[in-house]
């Protein structure tokens, strides 16, 4: 199964691929940050993460999309901006026929360093760690889009494959 997992943000919005499945070794596909300048137009912002994304999905094909859940916090506009990322994600896999899933951070630590009270630099160690890689992608938001596609196949996939054979039985009965 192939997960890209979207950590959204205005600025720097992480993006990552992983290939696995439950039991198997992960592997990495890509990893990278679609970024925007602060001083840009907020429409043309929103333009340049939708156009990164939609050549992420082209690109790997995916199977799944797990993107971060979005929580409010002190800082309404900060908030406001990550949730039309992830809007972004959502309706662009939508138009794919991709499904779409959520996980909160607090969910995505705990799966992936064993503590949903992990920091960042915890979060990065591990997915270089479950990767065999040298070191943590790097920005801190590639890591965390990596984080998500792992969850994602650890946590996720096993409700998707469920959900697909009920889907199954319904049609068939």
Known sequence: MRVLGI???????????VDGQLGKPLSLVAVGVITTAPDLEHSRRL??????IGAWLDEHRPDAVA?????????VLSVMGTAQAVGLAM????????PVH?????????????SGRADKAQVGHMVA?????????KPADAADAVALAICHLWRGAANDRIEQALAKQRRSA
């Open 7 to 17: 950590d959204p943000g205005l600025t720097r919005c992480g993006i990552g691929v």
């Open 47 to 52: 333009l340049r993460i939708d156009e990164g």
């Open 67 to 75: 993107v971060e859940r979005v929580f409010a916090d002190q800082n």
């Open 91 to 98: 309706v662009h896999a939508a138009r794919r026929g991709i």
């Open 102 to 114: 959520t996980h909160t951070p607090t969910e995505v630590k705990a799966a992936i360093t064993g």
């Open 129 to 137: 760690r479950l990767l065999k890689l040298p070191a943590a992608p």
